[in-house]
């Protein structure tokens, strides 16, 4: 079946680092692929998505590009804030007739940043 | 509208008890979904309806879950002689039905202790 992989967390920052948080995938059909962020004490809000191979989604100053040959979504940001802890959850949706547009999760990554 | 509604926001409840969540979806959004996540992990996608039609279950959902969506709008999720690995947060999310991947906007969950 389907499966998302992520880096294994949590991952602490300074503020104004570089961040890069792994995600890999298995799908058996041509997924579409998301980023997702649980700030604390909210519900998941989509951060971005991809719909297919070489696009790259993008909000906030983060980006990810949906890579087909390497099975991947790597997120990024050039220099994070203090505000961007949470939790990101890396998905995908194989969009079948029968499940509407369910998504598979990874596991997710905490991320702190500190000032 | 103010999003995705669930309640009730927190659920205690010993063991063996039934326990019964609601779900108040984006007014327009014709697919609803619930998801169980459990600590440390990636919400599992557990059920979805369109409209008022559940198109799909997961295996995760035993004969002790039941979800309805009578009218097609609010949903219940409703778990029989709960045991104490129910304990999750479950959250319920809608999107529209239209060509293309509609972003799933998820509520803010329901999480259950059992004890």
């Known amino acids: 079946g389907d499966s998302v992989t992520q880096m294994e967390g949590p991952v602490t920052l300074s503020e104004e680092a570089f961040l890069t948080i792994n995600c890999t995938y298995t799908a058996t059909g041509y997924p579409s692929l998301f980023w997702y962020v649980q700030y604390p004490g909210e519900g998941l809000q989509l951060l971005l998505k991809a719909t297919k191979a070489d696009d790259k989604g993008s909000n906030k100053g983060f980006e990810a590009t949906y890579r087909k040959e390497t099975t991947s979504f790597h997120l990024e940001k050039g220099s994070v804030q203090v505000s961007d802890s949470a939790v990101y959850f890396c998905?995908?949706?194989?969009?079948?007739?029968?499940?509407?547009?369910?998504?598979?999760f990874g596991e997710g990554t905490q991320l702190t940043v500190n000032p | 509208d103010t999003g995705v509604s669930q309640n009730p926001r927190h659920k205690i409840t010993k063991r063996g008890q039934n326990v019964t969540f609601r779900c108040d979806p984006i007014s327009e959004h014709n697919r609803l979904y619930w998801y169980r996540q459990t600590l440390g992990q990636g919400p599992e996608f557990l059920t979805y309806f369109q409209n008022e039609a559940q198109l799909e279950k997961s295996r995760l959902l035993s004969d002790r879950f039941s979800a309805e969506r009578p009218k097609g709008s609010f949903s219940t999720l409703e778990i029989q002689r709960t045991e104490q690995g129910d304990s999750a947060m479950y959250l319920c999310?809608?999107?529209?039905?239209?060509?293309?991947?509609?972003?799933?906007?998820f509520g803010q969950g329901t999480r259950l202790t059992v004890v």
């Open positions: 998905a995908l949706s194989d969009r079948r007739e029968t499940s509407g547009s369910r998504l598979t």
């Open positions: 999310a809608s999107s529209l039905d239209w060509v293309g991947f509609p972003e799933a906007f």
